[in-house]
């Protein structure tokens, strides 16, 4: 792009977009919550690409710069199979389009959807949808601070008649749906290539393209589109990739940006992709007034202090000298786009030829018909295994790269950047082997391969998981996370691990199996908790050889009506204290396709060798068994410890746990579907005393439906002993019943085994629904529901009889489905947690707010805080701050400071005024935080009332309570500390009660001193 140099110094400062979004350093985001990266699998990318510029012109030999001139009405790509591999499984997809803004429309919305169709290669596949952006902006609404990945959009400062924008829209859901289809359309027992069902061609349209010459006077004319495309497939290496966006014009400028979270492996390959719009070759300067001297390109650094300008055949390398000054660059806006094949790593392919010159200077090299005008995709390999260079900055056991972009006299428009790094292996990655395999009636998966038979012949299938630890320390805290496959059902009681083999025939085969209980349903659909810790394999070693190994497996059947062409697909997840989850097989599923001809014909004939072998059942010691069971030797099987004491006459006392989400005094908002909502945490606790258990036989939990209960369906209710308490159903708590439905407004709850409880503690239940309001159909302010558990709901036994106490009915809040439009404030679904009493007393968020703009976007402008109740502390005294923060990750914790306070009105309600903007449609989230100071018995609670918008002057969900903040502890029932919950934090210390105890302590200490001394 051309620029002209301004003699007005305040030209030459002001920068050519501003407003407009740098390039990095975060990772993008999509919707504000969904970071764009992938990590620890097998993924790779690849970039379709087309403009919809063409150059109408004559072809000049000696143009070493042509520039298109008309606007085309669509553009074609092909994606073939040296682009992605053959089993190529979409992961997400984005279709980005960007164009110039005709000057009579400068002020308009922007076009915000387009035309996209499908071809599949081999004809068999046609689709065409339109593809839309939520809403159309105006340039004006990507104002500063304010551009999205999903939007963006600038003015030229120097001439603002001309203006630029993108949108960038998940298409992931189209492009599945294109794999769906293949598969559907198969022949039996055909294997479906997943990647080959995407080949064809992608073509575009629709997109409003200006032709006006104020743009062309300076080869400023932009109209292209392209799909961002990230899959997973068995023939990639482990990866994480990272999306980066930015789009702005650079001009004499650097944007930079640090890549981190990873290690690398031995030759690590990088791929980088910058896509970016206008630019010109042979642009640059020496000497840029009042600007500092950049060169164009990319520079990589890694462990080294010097830069590396990445460059190709297609972007090559250049320099310039004048006055004994020298300036090394690379001609990458240059509309000569570069695009490697998934595993090539070599010379690149060359979209509009390769710029080269010859002997009379002109550019032979270009070809006309193939440049993609007004527009760059250019991928650099960084290679360490083939380049001295790369490998001295870019080798095993790095952990950053740090990316420089940059644009000299050529003013280019960056719109967004992928990465794509070589790591080192998962820690939970066996080398050389899948992590989950599959032994069904038509034979063993094979160990090397992914792919494998199901069977329709009622017979029972396999699916194990085998787990090593291949990282540098022990694994603690590992939960396996599983789910019975569509198309299949669960054979109940047939989940079972080991942890001892033999070597068989090169194959690890278990010497003992150990049941794992049901709990009323497939236990590793909500996480099983292996024991600690995992030991760390060495690094000679092998799977054959590494000693620690857990194969976890199950059984399951095909239903008989699952399609003859479904592929079943299996995956599993691994979370681990420190890590980040990790998805088995690197994120490929175990994938059956149906055998007609191959199944054997009883189970003892299936081949379970890869899985772990026959092996003996159950038990030997008490080690084997899950805690609180014990081995009996003459079964082999794990029944209840005997030696654990069981109450006799409990006194129970039953109420509303202290972090229920729910209130008795305002509604919670909820989306409709909502599926895995907690409605409700009740709290069982014996009066303290000896250690012993009580059984929890049944609750009955009521549930109230209001008006339009013909629209409100309720179902998969679940109960949880809520094992840590905090409100939230958590993979290690225990699933103690489930219920499809609802019976005469009742559900019953028969407690497993898993309901034993103790008597000197606070035992936390947790209730668990899926809630839908009728599609369609009106959602009113009546359309809410309740839970509660009435006198005679709650059944224990011991040795003795018992009896539960309680202010009855123990009702636990209403939950209301949101309406179609307006301003919704409601609870959002990680409020904070109530702390133990020596944690309390600290700066603290203390509730979380989901908070949605739903019909129509909207800036929310104010808030007002109320303590609640009269026996709760008041502002200035308990609580000596007070603010409001937003919650970037939905995590109930603030990140951004919106608003806060120190000076307090007497009446017990703060407003605080703020600017938050409110997307259509989207959650957003908010604390408040206060810093506590209570004294012993005090108690805290606030509720958020009278929100505002700028177009939505009211809201519902209001009033919104926070939890009750009780400054107490009894040590029967909980851990006080040793000190009855009375330690001094760091926020008491400040605290003139706090100061005065310490004294009072401290006199103590001295009189006690001196007594001695007496006696002594």
Request: hydrophobic residues 35%; contains cysteine; negative net charge.
């Amino acid at each position: 792009m051309k620029r002209l140099i301004f003699l007005a110094l305040l030209a030459l400062i002001v920068p050519f977009s501003a407003g407009a979004k740098n390039m990095g350093p975060d990772v993008s985001k999509y919707s504000d919550q969904d970071e764009l990266k992938w990590e620890d699998g097998a993924y790779g990318y690849h970039v379709m690409f087309k403009s919809l510029i063409d150059n109408k012109k004559p072809d000049d030999a000696a143009n070493c710069n042509p520039q298109g001139d008309t606007c085309k009405d669509s553009s074609t790509y092909n994606l073939s199979y040296q682009h992605i591999p053959s089993d190529a499984i979409v992961e997400r997809a984005f279709l980005v389009w960007t164009g110039a803004i005709a000057v009579a429309k400068k002020d308009q919305p922007t076009d915000n959807e387009v035309q996209l169709s499908f071809q599949s290669e081999d004809g068999k596949i046609s689709k065409s949808w339109t593809v839309k952006a939520k809403k159309a902006y105006k340039v004006s609404e990507a104002a500063a601070g304010k551009a999205k990945f999903g939007f963006d959009a600038f003015k030229d400062t120097d001439n603002p008649q001309k203006s630029w924008f993108t949108y960038r829209v998940d298409i992931t859901d189209d492009l599945k749906e294109i794999q769906d289809t293949a598969r559907k359309n198969a022949a039996e027992g055909t294997i479906v290539r997943d990647g080959d069902s995407l080949f064809g061609s992608y073509t575009v349209s629709g997109l409003e393209c200006t032709e006006d010459g104020i743009y062309q006077e300076y080869t400023e004319l932009v109209s292209d589109w392209s799909i961002i495309l990230i899959y997973s497939s068995i023939e990639i290496s482990p990866k994480k990739i990272y999306i980066y966006d930015g789009f702005r014009a650079y001009w004499y400028e650097y944007a930079e940006i640090k890549v981190q979270g990873f290690t690398f492996p031995t030759d690590p390959e990088i791929r980088i992709t910058l896509a970016s719009h206008e630019g010109d070759p042979g642009l640059y300067t020496l000497n840029p007034e009042d600007h500092q001297l950049v060169p164009e390109g990319i520079q990589v650094r890694g462990k080294g202090s010097d830069w590396l300008l990445l460059s190709n055949k297609c972007n090559p390398a250049a320099f310039a000298e004048e006055n004994f000054q020298r300036l090394d660059y690379t001609e990458i806006f240059n509309s000569i786009s570069s695009v490697y094949g998934y595993n090539e790593a070599g010379e690149p392919q060359c979209i509009g030829g390769i710029p080269t010159k010859d002997e009379a200077g002109n550019c032979s090299g270009l070809n006309f018909d193939e440049i993609e005008y007004g527009m760059d995709m250019d991928t650099f390999v960084i290679d360490s295994s083939k380049d001295s260079a790369y490998a001295s900055q870019f080798n095993k056991g790095g952990k950053d790269i740090t990316l420089r972009v940059g644009a000299n006299k050529d003013s280019a428009i960056t719109n967004y950047m992928i990465v794509s790094v070589d790591t080192k292996a998962p820690q939970f990655d066996i080398p050389g082997l899948p992590e989950k395999v599959a032994c069904t009636p038509a034979g063993a998966t094979n160990p090397y391969s992914f792919d494998g038979k199901w069977c329709q012949n009622g017979l029972e299938h396999t699916f194990a998981l085998r787990i090593q630890n291949w990282g540098t320390d022990e694994a603690t805290n590992l939960t396996i996370i599983d789910n019975i496959p569509e198309g299949m059902e669960y054979v109940p009681g047939s989940t079972e691990y080991a942890t001892s083999f033999n070597v068989v025939d090169d194959k690890k085969i278990a010497t003992r199996w150990i049941p794992i209980p049901d709990s009323n349903g497939f236990p590793l659909k909500d996480g099983f908790k292996l024991k600690d810790p995992l030991k760390n394999c060495d690094e000679n070693a092998s799977y054959l050889t590494c000693d620690d190994l857990v194969v976890v497996r199950f059984r399951a059947k095909a239903k008989g009506d699952t399609p003859k062409n479904q592929i079943i697909e299996n995956t599993a997840t691994y979370k681990a204290a420190g890590n980040s989850s990790y998805r088995t097989n690197l994120g490929i599923p175990v994938k059956l396709r149906l055998a007609s001809a191959e199944c054997v014909n009883s189970q003892d004939a299936v081949d379970l060798s890869e899985c772990g072998g026959v092996g003996a059942a159950a038990c030997t010691k008490n080690e084997d068994c899950p805690e609180g069971y014990v081995c009996e030797n003459e079964t082999g099987a794990c029944i209840e410890d005997p030696a654990i004491v069981k109450c006799q006459n409990s006194e129970i006392t039953a109420s509303v746990g202290k972090n229920n989400r729910g209130s008795k005094d305002g509604k919670i908002l909820i989306s409709n579907p909502q599926e895995k909502l907690v409605v409700g945490q009740l709290e069982l606790s014996g009066k303290g005393g000896e250690e012993c258990y009580f059984t929890l036989d049944q609750i009955k939990l009521k549930v109230d439906i209001n008006a339009n209960n013909s629209n409100i369906s309720l179902s998969g209710f679940k109960m949880y002993n809520d094992v840590n308490g905090n409100g939230s159903a958590d993979p290690e708590d225990i699933l103690l019943a489930s219920a499809d439905e609802a019976a005469d407004g009742e559900v019953l709850f028969p407690a497993s085994k898993g309901g034993r409880l103790w008597n000197n503690k606070k035992n936390n239940i947790l209730f668990v629904l899926d809630a839908k309001f009728k599609e369609g159909a009106e959602i009113t302010n009546n359309a809410f529901f309740g839970t509660s558990v009435n006198e005679g709901g709650i059944l224990i036994s011991d040795g003795g009889e018992p009896k539960v106490e309680g202010k009855f009915p123990i009702e636990f809040g209403e939950f209301q489905f949101e309406p179609n439009n307006g301003l919704i404030v409601t609870k959002g679904p990680h409020d904070p947690e109530v702390p133990a009493k020596s944690e309390m007393n600290r700066f603290r968020d203390v509730l979380q707010l989901r908070v949605m703009a739903k019909g129509s976007a909207d800036t929310l402008k104010k808030i007002t805080v109320k303590t609640v109740g009269s026996n709760v502390v008041s502002f200035g005294s308990g609580v000596t701050r007070l603010a409001i923060y937003e919650d970037n990750n939905n995590d109930g914790q603030g990140d951004t400071e919106l608003a806060s306070t120190t000076e307090f009105k007497a009446t017990g309600s703060q407003d605080f005024s703020f600017e938050f903007e409110l997307p259509e449609n989207q959650d957003k989230y908010l604390t408040v935080k206060a810093e506590l100071n209570l004294s012993e018995g005090e108690s805290f609670q606030i509720k958020v009332e009278k929100p505002k918008g700028e177009n939505f002057t009211e809201a519902v969900g209001v009033p919104v309570f926070s939890q009750i903040y009780e400054y107490s502890c009894n040590p029967d029932v909980e851990d006080c500390g040793g000190d009855s919950g009375c330690s001094i934090t760091s926020s008491e210390e400040n605290s003139p009660k706090a100061v005065f105890a310490a004294v009072a302590a401290l006199f103590a200490l001295i009189s006690a001193l001196a007594f001695r001394m007496r006696k002594n």
